[in-house]
């Protein structure tokens, strides 16, 4: 009688030792991807410019070298997206190039999978806020601390974008090349940094969006085609602040260069 209960004993440990082995080869096999066990919801990867997105069940994580997918005049003239440009840029000034070029970035963008409103609305700050889908990211309304931008605007290129001293491309304004070539003028543009998307200066009805109809944060709540059940969103606008207002809806993730 002894024998066979030992025998038993044997066999579970044995099956036991091995389900180990197998759980630990499933958590190497994860990390050697260094992807995650969470899928992407679908509308991130509308985002494609950047070089990788992953989500950890908490954060989406977007990576992005940073560099327009159209041509500028402020890529370096090697370069095979280098155009020389004149002519008007937005508002209708003469295009005045400044004296920087683009450079390529390592920027890596944690932004809230699940965004919720922060009624703190800390203020955006200067540099990146968001990233668009073609990997650049988007300032706010400021040229630096306490300086409007209209200085600014003469140099955005055919695009509406330019790049700042450390060659980091970035719009602070509508991106013609998303809502012209990629995209519409009422589609998802990207996601500020505290989540929430980002739409063109149109509803999808083709109604302008002016800023009268955005709240202090630059956006509103509706249905969407990406978000069917209603997402607050912040819209691009031709008058000033743009794209941001008075600070974030949510609460802002990271970004590190
Ligand atoms: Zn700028
Ligand atoms: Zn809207």
């Known amino acids: 009688?002894?024998?066979?209960?030992?025998?038993?004993?044997?066999?579970?440990?044995?099956?036991?030792?091995?389900?180990?082995?197998?759980?630990?080869?499933?958590?190497?096999?994860?990390?050697?991807?260094?992807?995650?066990?969470?899928?992407?919801?679908?509308?991130?990867?509308?985002?494609?410019?950047?070089?990788?997105?992953?989500?950890?069940?908490?954060?989406?994580?977007?990576?992005?070298?940073?560099?327009?997918?159209?041509?500028?005049?402020?890529?370096?003239?090697?370069?095979?997206l280098y155009e020389a440009y004149t002519g008007t840029t937005f508002g209708g000034y003469t295009f005045n190039k400044n004296p920087n070029s683009i450079l390529e970035q390592a920027a890596t963008i944690k932004i809230p999978v699940n965004p919720k409103l922060n009624t703190a609305h800390a203020a955006t700050p200067l540099g990146p806020i968001g990233v668009s889908l073609n990997g650049v990211v988007f300032f706010n309304q400021y040229a630096g601390?306490?300086?409007?931008?209209?200085?600014?605007?003469?140099?955005?290129?055919?695009?509406?974008?330019?790049?700042?001293?450390?060659?980091?491309?970035?719009?602070?304004?509508?991106?013609?090349?998303?809502?012209?070539?990629?995209?519409?003028?009422?589609?998802?543009?990207?996601?500020?940094?505290?989540?929430?998307?980002?739409?063109?200066?149109?509803?999808e009805d083709g109604t302008l969006v002016t800023?009268?109809?955005?709240?202090?944060y630059h956006g509103h709540t509706h249905k969407t085609v990406d978000y069917p059940n209603g997402i607050y969103h912040y819209h691009f606008t031709n008058e000033s602040p743009y794209l941001n207002g008075s600070g974030f809806y949510g609460t802002p993730g990271t970004i590190t260069q």
């Open 1 to 80: 009688m002894k024998t066979p209960k030992t025998i038993v004993f044997l066999a579970l440990a044995t099956s036991l030792i091995s389900c180990n082995k197998s759980d630990s080869t499933i958590t190497s096999t994860n990390n050697n991807n260094s992807s995650t066990t969470v899928a992407v919801p679908a509308v991130y990867s509308k985002i494609y410019g950047a070089t990788s997105i992953t989500n950890d069940g908490t954060y989406i994580t977007i990576k992005t070298k940073n560099l327009p997918d159209h041509k500028s005049t402020y890529y370096p003239t090697s370069n095979a």
């Open 145 to 203: 601390p306490n300086q409007p931008l209209s200085g600014e605007i003469v140099s955005f290129d055919k695009y509406y974008g330019h790049p700042q001293q450390s060659g980091m491309y970035h719009y602070h304004v509508e991106p013609i090349y998303l809502t012209t070539v990629k995209s519409t003028k009422s589609g998802l543009m990207g996601f500020l940094l505290d989540g929430f998307p980002v739409y063109g200066p149109q509803e």
């Open 211 to 216: 800023n009268s109809m955005m709240d202090d």
